[in-house]
Each structure stands twice: as structure tokens, then as C-alpha cells.
């Protein structure tokens, strides 16, 4: 297969996984794959398309840790890829581990970033019967946040820098 019939596989596949249908993307890039692509990008997608569809797949993994090690320096997509197989897979802290590792190597990106915030677990809600964007809860986050803060301030034996 030439390297420009590859490449509208690839986009098709990736077309695919975007509308959802990831059953049709993971057969796209598996054969991709199969027809001997090495392509970092190929094999990075392939192994997170795995990892939704076969649920705990070690083998989705390596895929993507080999992506990661072909070509981590320069596309930190790779990153995000194996960051959400894992997650994928239920493994959060491994995923913020190649969350953090991708941030050392670039860290101005902004997805990876906003990966990392979606990972990070949230506090717990005062009100659990209630949804988190319940009034109450987002009251009572908003002053917990802010209490500490203006708490801190008022301390009368605490003295302001100048």
C-alpha cells in the first residue's frame, strides 16, 4: 500500500472514530497496521481505539508506549493517546503519569493540560444525592475555595506584606 493511500485510510479512520463509530475505525487501522504502516500516529490511535473497544487489552497499551517511544519528542499526541487508553482501561494514575511525562517533554500543550484537569479527581460533594451542578454544590465549592482564601486574610495576628 503507497504511503498516500495510507494516509486516507488514516483520515478516514480518524473520521470515523470522531462520529463514533470505533468498531469501523479499530478494523480500518488494524488493517493499516497489518499491511506492515509504522507510522507512530497509525499505531498510536490504533492502540487507543483498541482499548475502548476490547476493554483490558495489554496489547493496546504496548501499542501505544511503542508510539510513545518511536516518536514522543515531537507529537504530543501520543501522549494523550496512551493517557486515554489508560484511562480507558481504568488505570487513572498510570494515566496521569503519561500525562505529566508528556508535560516534561512539551510542556506548553494545552490539551494535555486540559487531559490532566479531566483526570485529576474532584473533591467530594456535600450534597451527593444532588447532581455536582446543583446550586448547592456549586455554592458550597465556590466558598470552600474562597473560605480558606478570605478565612486566612481576616486572621488577626496575620500581617500583610506591604
Known amino acids: 500500500m503507497d504511503v ?5 485510510v488514516f483520515e478516514q479512520a480518524l473520521e470515523d472514530y470522531r462520529a463514533g463509530r470505533l468498531a469501523m475505525a479499530t478494523k480500518s487501522l488494524g488493517n493499516l497496521i497489518e499491511k506492515g504502516s509504522r507510522d507512530p500516529a497509525h499505531i498510536s490511535y490504533y492502540g487507543l481505539l483498541r482499548a475502548f473497544t476490547h476493554g483490558t ?3 493496546s497499551i504496548e501499542l501505544c508506549r511503542e508510539a510513545v517511544d518511536k516518536d514522543g519528542r515531537r507529537a504530543s499526541l501520543l501522549y494523550l493517546n496512551l493517557a486515554r487508553a489508560l484511562a480507558a482501561q481504568g488505570r487513572r494514575r498510570d494515566a496521569l503519569g503519561a500525562l505529566e ?3 516534561v517533554v512539551h510542556p506548553n500543550e ?3 493540560k486540559r ?5 485529576v479527581p474532584r473533591a467530594r460533594l456535600l450534597f451527593p444525592s444532588l447532581p455536582r451542578r446543583h446550586p448547592f454544590n456549586k455554592c458550597y465549592g465556590v466558598a470552600r475555595s474562597l473560605g480558606g482564601r478570605v478565612w486566612l486574610s481576616m486572621l ?5 506584606s506591604v
Not at 498516500?4 to 486516507?8: I, L, M
Not at 488577626?156 to 500583610?160: A, E, L
Request: glycine share 4%; proline share 4%.
Open 4 to 8: 498516500e493511500k495510507r494516509e486516507r
Open 101 to 103: 511525562c508528556g508535560l
Open 57 to 59: 487489552d495489554d496489547e
Open 110 to 112: 494545552r490539551r494535555l
Open 115 to 119: 487531559e490532566l484537569q479531566h483526570l
Open 156 to 160: 488577626p495576628w496575620r500581617r500583610r
